[in-house]
């Protein structure tokens, strides 16, 4: 392909297609994980009515595949506008899995520290923000940044609905100038760039939570 | 959400055959991507210099990018470099590297995590290193690791639905049809949505059987 | 209303059921001001458990606690437990926490005292027990005799009228044992109202002004420390004096 063709198809997807894959990520990863410790922390709790009603929806959302999710946001739901849709879709079917990160990491601290809070004249809420949650959300920071992986590669399939952000753009790259098999693969290389960092710091926590487990007396 | 159960039971017939095919699929993305990953997963193990290198990026490449974008660019861009494949081949192809890449992990995991004074004992037994690896840690490795290998199933169940992009025809392709046809939004997106979670409950249903014998050993 | 008598803690008639299991059987106990009561039995008698009713973190029941004469309600309780300390057997400092935060957190958060007020007063405490080169130290860079020692300033620094103690020697390797008993005798001189569950009972006759032998979820008896020792109690206390004192 000639350098030009080469230079366009580039801006293409790194000035106009992947900014919004930003604005799209940066945005559902706020509102996601916001969701996410919310539920997660109610998911701890004791109750069984709102224990059964989570679960049946938590087992509703993640037992949808994305794209159907998307579909259904996009007409079934008063949600108007591509970007809106996305959001809100990444958003709920993400917060679920994000929920029973932060779960297992509450019943993993286990009770003592809850109590030792509590002893302190603390109430619930402010247990679980002071205490409880800086340790879980430590602890669980490998398994966290993987779902942000994953929900940065469900912006992707929101290409689907119409969002322009990169992929969609290589569509449409590709509908201009040809060349598929060469865009889709630069398209996936961005991709691998972004998620390999998120992964790589990942696996930074995971090392040094390893070590400070050791160094425990 | 306007879901009409009368007409849910008058397009339940297409629903099913789409289903149906989604079953098909799913079944062949399961099995293949399944005996992939354990292969590759299981090479891994062997730490062959050159190979291990290879296998190493494969797996990244897979789990990193998004498998929309796997599909387009084999879908796409195959036919550019002379190949070319049936739609449901080349979106299949997508799925087994896609989630042979997860499943080769899990394995990996599972059988380095079997501790070092197994290895030793059947080395000092006289046992090759492809030969331990197969009798004894590959054995071992796949009690802890068979709900995780289950779970895959519903993912792979999920990355069906993507085939819809690629033209088709499942479940997925079966209710944009209907909305696109009759607007239906609300029968023909509910309507799918309750075959995966039914299908997803069974799924998990067995999962947890088996997480709950694995608890028992 | 009424606190004449000075009771810092009374509980009465406090029952606990673990589902059908009987945890805690009728017990009654009074706490004045200044005493120092230690309550000593065998493993899995309750004694801890009954501890943590006194400041609700174990629900009861029936019966009553009473704070300073106060009938203790779900309302004011999280008010009360800011006067009533409590010290843990694995310490439960917050490990995220740098030493003297741990020590600060809750006077600023909950008393809502002024950071450099509470960071002043966390200083002196630290310095009172010669730990003040580790106050920005993270739990897990101490060892255990440091941390249950800085876990008694965090509770010490809510200026709290009683402490409770839970077997807070028990996960100590011996020579770190004797360092934070010295802490408790110290408080215990200088007149804090203590309640100790404890196998320590050198450290009980030491300061104690009672012991209370407890066993199978029952106060069996209160006695002086003198009359303890003395053996003038029951049968079953004589039994348990002598297991442990035969070990």
Known sequence: ?217 | MDFNPKLFFRFFPQLLEGYFFTLQYAFIGIVFSILLGILIGMVMCLKIPVVNTILRWYIDIFRETPLIVQMYLLYYGLPYVGVLLPPAVAGMLAIIFNESAFTAEIVRGGIESIGLGQKKAARSLGFSRIQILLTILFPQAMKSIYPSLAGQGSFILKDTSLLTLVTITELTSVSRYLNSRYLIPGTAFIGSAIFYVVTFWAIQGVVSILQKRQKWN | MNNSDNSVIRIENLSKYYGSFHAIKDVSLDVHKGETHVICGPSGSGKSTMLFCINGIEKYQSGHVYFNGDLMTPKNIRHMRTKIGMVFQHFELFPHLTALQNVTIAPIKIQKRDREEAEDNARSLFKKVGLENRMDHFPYQLSGGQKQRIAILRALAMDPDIVLFDEPTSALDPEMVKDVLYVMKDLSTSGMTMIVVTHELGFAKEVASHITFFEDGQIVETKSPDEFFRGNGSERTKIFLNNIINV
Request: glycine share 10%; proline share 3%.
């Open chain 1, 1 to 217: 392909m000639e350098l030009s063709k080469q230079i366009i198809i580039w801006r293409l997807l790194l000035l106009d297609g992947l900014p919004q894959t930003f604005r799209l990520a940066l945005i559902s990863i706020g509102s996601a994980f916001s969701l996410g410790i919310l539920l997660g922390v109610v998911r701890s709790k004791k109750w069984p009515v709102v224990q059964q009603v989570l679960s049946v929806y938590l087992g509703i959302v993640r037992g949808i595949p994305f794209l159907l999710l998307l579909l259904l946001v996009y007409f079934n739901t008063p949600v108007k506008g591509v970007f809106k849709v996305s959001v809100v879709t990444l958003t709920i079917y993400n917060s679920a899995y994000i929920a029973e990160i932060i779960r297992g990491g509450i019943i993993g601290l286990g009770e003592n520290q809850f109590k030792a809070g509590k002893s302190l004249g603390m109430n619930s809420l402010e247990v679980i923000w002071y205490v409880v949650l800086p340790q879980v959300l430590n602890y669980t920071m490998p398994a966290l940044l993987g779902q942000m992986v994953i929900l940065v590669k469900g912006t992707a399939t929101c290409s689907a609905i119409g969002y322009t952000e990169i992929t969609r753009s290589g569509t449409i790259a590709m509908e201009a100038y040809g060349s598929p098999h060469i865009i889709y693969l630069e398209i996936m290389l961005v991709y691998f760039v972004m998620c390999h960092i998120l992964t790589t710091i990942g696996k930074h926590f995971e090392a040094k939570g390893k070590l400070k487990m050791l160094g425990k007396r």
